[in-house]
């Protein structure tokens, strides 16, 4: 009942391949709020009980490159603008320390 947290930064054709959902949480520079938005959406999922999903935290340089990867692209409500294009679900999350909002979030984009 754990997601799954990748720590390789190898985004080959083969990364993620046995996941059911990709998630990517975005910063600046994928160093310090994607990480407590990593650590928190990984709550979020246990308490959902969703399994099989794995959760990543990149910067916006990464998230363009990888973006097509994903299922859901996770990110604070100011990096939306630069993250358009990419071929993913991008979800704003207002509070990135807020479990029950990006809970409700990730139980509208799972259904």
């Known amino acids: 009942m754990r997601a799954i947290a990748l720590k390789s930064k190898n985004y ?14 975005v910063c600046g520079l994928g160093y310090g709020t994607s990480v ?6 990984e709550k979020a ?7 099989g999903a794995t959760v990543e935290a990149v910067g916006v340089a990464e ?27 991008i979800i704003p999350i207002r509070h990135v320390i807020d479990i029950a909002e990006i809970k409700k979030a990730l139980e509208k984009a799972l259904l």
């Open 63 to 89: 998230a363009r490159q990888i973006g097509a990867l994903a299922n859901i692209v996770m990110t604070t409500e100011e990096l939306v603008p630069i993250l358009d294009g990419i071929n993913a679900e």
């Open 45 to 51: 999922l246990l308490a959902l009980d969703y399994e």
């Open 36 to 41: 407590i938005l990593k650590n928190n959406i």
């Open 12 to 25: 080959s054709p083969g990364f993620w391949e046995n996941s059911l959902m990709r998630i990517v949480a």
